[in-house]
């Protein structure tokens, strides 16, 4: 069950909403597009981490060791941002 103020029911009757569509559009305006933010750090992190296994593999093959290193260390960089931005969302969405 959807915990509303008796003026915010009101608000949802009167837009002829019920009071779960009311609580969920008011949740997305309060955090716009997480649905589509957690996504794009799934989908960065998850690039990041190919890239990360390729270099890897090229350093552990001994190709290049003066381009290979720091395209992984970007890499390595890539990840660890999308988790930092990751749970940074994931905080904000606990505290509410």
């Given at each position: 069950m959807?915990?509303?103020?008796?003026?915010e029911l009101a608000r949802a009757r009167k837009n002829?909403?019920?009071p779960e569509k009311y609580a969920r559009l008011k949740a997305e305006s309060k955090a716009p597009y997480r649905g589509l933010r957690k996504f794009f750090y799934f989908a960065f992190g998850a690039s990041?981490?190919?890239g990360a296994f390729v270099f890897l593999a090229k350093l552990a093959a001994g190709q290049d060791l003066a381009n290979n290193f720091p395209n992984f260390a970007l890499q390595i960089g890539v990840v660890a941002l999308m988790v930092f931005l990751f749970r940074i969302d994931k905080a904000k969405d606990e505290n509410k």
């Open positions: 959807v915990d509303l103020s008796p003026q002829n909403l019920s990041g981490l190919i």
